[in-house]
């Protein structure tokens, strides 16, 4: 059964850009959550999607979305981006309690 | 969700047991432990959870004290491999849905031969 899967894995970019990272959940799981992970900040956790709608949000600016699409396959979009959210960011699905599986994130690196 | 409180590094021998150890004092009735690993540069792994009574599974065991104020995390022979950072986190379980992780510094263990 494959796990989940994140892309791109790496990317770089500049101040002011935006970005979008993509997320698969494993098949049959219908949430997926979104966390941010930094040295300073740890392991914080963005939003929650299921069924297509945002269930649970963290305390992120406006700039950090996200979205879910029918066959449970999630996108987070963080726009204008600052050098701060520099960060390695993790995608979990889950069809059970508290039983999150990460995958191996998208390494953003903002310039 | 109850706040946990983690020594932030500990050491272990190959082969013997590692017992990582969490403080919840304030956790409520409805409040699981739950237990996650990451090993450098990767996601977090699952590891194991439990209400009240001790559970175990292919990869640890958790004791959970009568008061359920701590627990321990055992991982009965420890290898190389299990080095990693380890998370205890308390939160209410739903089921059937998700809900957000609160990760606190964790527990940096470290297996040495």
């Known amino acids: 059964k494959a796990g989940v899967t994140q892309t791109p894995r790496y990317l770089i970019k500049t101040r002011g850009q935006q970005v979008t990272l993509s997320c698969s959940p494993i098949?049959?799981?219908?949430?997926v959550s979104w966390y941010q992970q930094t040295p300073g900040q740890g392991l914080q956790f963005l939003f929650e999607y299921f069924s297509e709608t945002q269930r649970n949000k963290g305390n992120f600016p406006g700039r950090f979305s996200g979205r879910q699409f029918s066959n449970s396959r999630s996108e987070m979009n963080v726009s204008t981006l600052e050098l701060g959210d520099s960060a390695l960011y993790l995608c979990?699905?889950?069809?059970?309690?508290?039983?999150?599986?990460f995958g191996e994130g998208s390494r953003l690196t903002v310039l | 969700d109850a706040k946990t409180t983690q020594p932030p590094s500990m050491d272990c021998a190959e082969g013997r047991a590692a017992n990582l150890p969490c403080n919840h004092s304030?956790?409520?009735?409805?409040?699981?432990v739950y237990w996650y690993r990451q090993i450098h540069s990767q996601g977090p792994q699952y590891i194991i959870h439990g209400l009240k009574n001790n559970e175990t599974n292919e990869m640890a065991s958790l004791i959970i004290t009568e008061d359920r104020k701590s627990s321990t995390l055992i991982l009965p022979h420890a290898t190389l491999r299990d080095t990693a950072v380890y998370y205890c986190i308390v939160r209410v379980a739903h089921t059937g849905t998700a809900s957000k992780l609160t990760f606190g510094t964790g527990t940096r263990l470290q297996v040495t031969l």
């Open positions: 304030t956790i409520s009735g409805n409040e699981y």
């Open positions: 098949s049959g799981h219908r949430s």
């Open positions: 979990a699905s889950t069809t059970g309690p508290g039983e999150l599986f």
